[in-house]
């Protein structure tokens, strides 16, 4: 039973353009859901968080958006660069501390 | 900050040995998890510490795999018998804890069981 879903496997957009990567999830018992960039051969580096309280929180080219009553939350990346291009995870925080993933969009951002 | 160190980086091992992986974390971190990615169940969180104390193992797959925290800045994972099943990447985080989301992953060891 996944609580955090990202439907899309993949995602390609143009240099300059706008990417959206969506999540949903099932447990509306959270305390903040978490973006994650992750390369090749790296681990995931913290990107960008939203609390509960609110339903928008940009840092940037970086906006993520939260729709509690649809449960999905969304990350818009304006304008992309071929720099972004990188797997994105979705994760929920729980308030024992740990984060539940979902599988992650790969990103491909083409010059 | 050297940020959270994992070794070996890459591991490749036969069936029936016994693998054991290493974490450092972050220096002031009171949580440290590990993680293991797959292709078809993604990253999903095996256990976590706080305080070196185990919180939740419920995500450790079975009795082969066992997770220990000596002291505050090393921990390890272990997979004894490994099986071909156990092929993945294990990522190892950190945090503050308490109230902190943020996680520091490391880079990962890249584990191959023939």
């Known amino acids: 039973d996944q609580q955090v879903k990202q439907n899309s496997p993949s995602l390609s957009v143009q240099e300059g353009r706008i990417s959206i990567l969506n999540c949903d999830y099932t447990?509306?018992?959270?305390?903040?859901f978490l973006w994650y960039k992750k390369y090749p051969a790296e681990g995931p580096t913290f990107l960008i968080s939203?609390?509960?309280?609110?339903d928008k929180n940009e840092d940037g080219r970086f906006t993520v958006f939260l729709n509690k009553s649809a449960k999905h939350l969304s990350l818009h990346i304006v304008p992309s660069q071929p720099g972004d291009s990188a797997v994105y995870f979705c994760?929920?925080?729980?308030?024992?501390?740990?984060?539940?993933f979902g599988k992650g969009t790969k990103l491909s951002v083409k010059p | 900050d050297a940020g959270v160190i994992q070794s070996p980086r890459h591991e490749v091992t036969e069936m029936g040995q016994e693998v054991t992986l290493r974490c450092k974390p972050i220096?002031?971190?009171?949580?440290l998890f590990w993680y293991r990615q797959t292709m078809m169940r993604g990253l999903e969180l095996l256990i976590y510490?706080?305080?070196?104390?185990?919180?939740?193992d419920s995500g450790m797959p079975e009795d082969r795999f066992s997770a220990k925290m000596p002291n505050a800045s090393f921990s390890t994972l272990k997979i004894q018998p490994s099986e071909p099943r156990d092929s993945a990447v294990y990522f190892c985080?950190?945090?503050?804890?308490?109230?902190?989301?943020?996680?520091?992953f490391g880079p990962g060891t890249r584990l191959l069981v023939l």
């Open positions: 985080a950190s945090s503050q804890g308490g109230s902190s989301q943020t996680q520091y």
């Open positions: 447990n509306s018992m959270f305390d903040y």
């Open positions: 939203i609390s509960s309280i609110k």
């Open positions: 994760a929920h925080h729980r308030s024992q501390g740990n984060l539940i």
């Open positions: 220096s002031g971190h009171n949580s």
């Open positions: 510490f706080n305080n070196n104390v185990p919180i939740d």
